[in-house]
């Protein structure tokens, strides 16, 4: 139990182990380096018996410490290849960045350029729309002031027309005022001249009024023919000598006013009783 308690047998082993360890790690170590010359390997070992060992102080165990890792070899082509490469994925990242930055801003001045061409056809378009809408007022405008001067001078003339009319219409009054007195004056006259040639028959009526178309030449001159008796209430004897008197009148008097001279009159003739 003794034996069992100290753990004899297996440092031994333990020690062993680690001998054979490092006896191979030397090996190793002269295979990698050919041109030092191979040494025998030798190992000192004195048997020792269980009743010669005194019993060894107890101690910790300590955990073994790592074997360093063997440093890499160094190769300077690989960090250069690496530094280069580095150095053009760098460079490559640089240039997509500008790239995509070049990109990105020809996007936007495209886009700007195209928001600017929109806004300037709308401006353009409305104003279209403005100086066709203007021409359009003015058109209308232009219209409206021709048409109130049509109508304008339209009522002016209208106005003159009825201003004249009215003038010629109160002259034609005027001068048919005048004329009708002319004319009765006239007619009155020759109805005196033929009364003064009017013999009158056995047969005259009472209040005998007779219409008489006579025919005037220039001068007053009545010609047999042109008389004639178209209505009387006396009988044909006062019919012969209405026409009788008015022939002996001629030359009949001209009118005082030579305007209301007329070729064909009708001349009502009451003789003076």
Same mark, same amino acid.
């Given at each position: 139990?003794?034996?069992?308690?100290?753990?004899?047998?297996?440092?031994?082993?333990?020690?062993?182990?680690?001998?054979?360890?490092?006896?191979?790690?030397?090996?190793?170590?002269?295979?990698?380096?050919?041109?030092?010359?191979?040494?025998?390997?030798?190992?000192?070992?004195?048997?020792?018996?269980?009743?010669?060992?005194?019993?060894?102080?107890?101690?910790?165990?300590?955990?073994?410490?790592?074997?360093?890792?063997?440093?890499?070899?160094?190769?300077?082509?690989?960090?250069?290849?690496?530094?280069?490469?580095?150095?053009?994925?760098?460079?490559?990242?640089?240039?997509?960045?500008?790239?995509?930055?070049?990109?990105?801003?020809?996007?936007?001045?495209? +886009?700007?350029?195209? %928001?600017?061409? &929109?806004? !300037? $056809? *709308?401006? @353009?378009?409305?104003?279209? /729309? #403005?100086?066709?809408? =203007?021409?359009?007022?003015?058109?209308?405008?232009? +219209?409206?002031?021709? %048409?109130?001067? &049509?109508? !304008? $001078? *339209?009522? @002016?003339?209208?106005?003159? /027309? #009825?201003?004249?009319? =009215?003038?010629?219409?109160?002259?034609?009054?005027?001068?048919?005022?005048?004329?009708?007195?002319?004319?009765? $004056?006239?007619?009155?006259?020759?109805?005196?001249?033929?009364?003064?040639?009017?013999?009158?028959?056995?047969?005259?009526?009472?209040?005998?009024?007779?219409?008489?178309?006579?025919?005037?030449?220039?001068?007053?001159?009545?010609?047999?023919?042109?008389?004639?008796?178209?209505?009387?209430?006396?009988?044909?004897?006062?019919?012969?000598?209405?026409?009788?008197?008015?022939?002996?009148?001629?030359?009949?008097?001209?009118?005082?006013?030579?305007?209301?001279?007329?070729?064909?009159?009708?001349?009502?003739?009451?003789?003076?009783q």
């Amino acid at each position: 139990m003794a034996r069992d308690q100290y753990n004899i047998v297996p440092m031994t082993m333990a020690v062993i182990v680690h001998v054979l360890a490092f006896g191979g790690l030397f090996v190793a170590f002269d295979f990698a380096r050919p041109d030092r010359p191979d040494m025998p390997l030798a190992i000192e070992a004195t048997l020792v018996t269980e009743d010669a060992l005194a019993p060894p102080p107890v101690v910790e165990e300590k955990a073994p410490e790592p074997e360093p890792e063997p440093e890499p070899v160094v190769d300077d082509d690989a960090e250069e290849r690496a530094r280069l490469e580095e150095e053009k994925r760098q460079a490559d990242l640089r240039a997509e960045q500008e790239r995509i930055r070049l990109q990105q801003e020809e996007d936007r001045q495209r +886009r700007e350029a195209e %928001e600017a061409d &929109r806004k !300037r $056809r *709308e401006e @353009e378009e409305l104003e279209k /729309r #403005r100086a066709e809408a =203007e021409r359009k007022r003015q058109e209308e405008l232009e +219209r409206q002031r021709a %048409e109130n001067e &049509r109508l !304008r $001078r *339209e009522a @002016e003339q209208e106005a003159i /027309r #009825r201003r004249q009319q =009215e003038e010629i219409e109160a002259e034609e009054q005027r001068l048919a005022a005048m004329q009708a007195d002319d004319l009765a $004056r006239w007619i009155y006259a020759m109805n005196n001249q033929i009364s003064r040639n009017f013999v009158p028959p056995a047969s005259l009526p009472i209040n005998l009024e007779c219409v008489v178309d006579v025919r005037i030449l220039p001068g007053g001159r009545v010609v047999s023919a042109d008389v004639e008796v178209s209505r009387c209430n006396g009988d044909d004897a006062v019919r012969r000598a209405v026409e009788a008197a008015v022939i002996k009148a001629s030359p009949l008097p001209e009118p005082d006013n030579p305007a209301i001279f007329q070729r064909d009159l009708r001349i009502t003739f009451k003789p003076e009783q």
